[in-house]
T-cell receptor, first 112, second 111 residues
Framework: NAGVTQTPKFRVLKTGQSMTLLCAQD?????MYWYRQDPGMGLRLIHYSVGEGTTAKGEVPDGYNVSRLKKQNFLLGLESAAPSQTSVYFC???????????FGPGTRLTVT | DAKTTQPTSMDCAEGRAANLPCNHS???????VYWYRQIHSQGPQYIIH???NNETNEMASLIITEDRKSSTLILPHATLRDTAVYYC????????????FGSGTQLTVLP
């Protein structure tokens, strides 16, 4: 039981490049979330999903897209990366709603 | 969601109880108090949550005042590995919209 895994762990992009971050969970959770965390700040919700095939916007959705084609996977896409998107990205999942959330180890993204 | 206020930082001696306060004076009747922590560079970890009764699990105890306007997370025997940022979050259970973590309390456990 791996819990929540994220791929990749580190990435450096140039401005304008695109990439996809992959989150996978093996706990059969319905809800999945993407957060970003900037230095010295708390987590901010980017997008979330309440089930396979659904997505919804969080607090800071601009510049990101997401997809939940399979229940166990939640993808976060950056179509045209900007330096302001330099951050640590965390994925999380929960059985239902906002109960106990399980977080992945994070992806450190640098956009130059 | 109700706003929470936590001290920026606290120290605690190893082996002693760590008491982390949180004020949430505008909490609604259907909002729960959740505690998470984040050890440096790792993903956040759920600790405990409660509505109005005190709660205890293998990690910690949560004491919520009778008026529910404040709460305290207690780590009974702090270890060096408990050094982390602790987040107090007030939230309606079952809702995932507009979730925001604040800046939390940096707890440093001293040897």
């Amino acid at each position: 039981n791996a819990g929540v895994t994220q791929t990749p762990k580190f990435r450096v992009l140039k401005t304008g490049q695109s990439m996809t971050l992959l989150c996978a969970q093996d706990m059969n959770h319905e809800y999945m979330y993407w957060y970003r965390q900037d230095p010295g700040m708390g987590l901010r919700l980017i997008h979330y999903s309440v089930g396979e095939g659904t997505t919804a916007k969080g607090e800071v959705p601009d510049g990101y897209n997401v997809s939940r084609l399979k229940k166990q996977n939640f993808l976060l896409g950056l179509e045209s990366a900007a330096p302001s998107q330099t951050s640590v990205y965390f994925c999380a999942s929960s059985y239902v709603g906002w109960y106990e959330q399980y977080f992945g180890p994070g992806t450190r993204l640098t956009v130059t | 969601d109700a706003k929470t206020t936590q001290p920026t930082s606290m120290d605690c001696a190893e082996g002693r109880a760590a008491n982390l306060p949180c004020n949430h004076s505008t909490i609604s009747g259907n909002e729960y108090v959740y505690w998470y922590r984040q050890i440096h560079s790792q993903g956040p970890q759920y600790i405990i949550h409660g509505l109005k009764n005190n709660e205890t699990n293998e990690m910690a105890s949560l004491i919520i005042t009778e008026d529910r306007k404040s709460s305290t997370l207690i780590l009974p025997h702090a270890t060096l590995r408990d050094t982390a940022v602790y987040y107090c979050i007030v939230r309606v259970a079952g809702s995932a919209r507009q979730l925001t973590f604040g800046s939390g309390t940096q707890l440093t456990v001293l040897p």
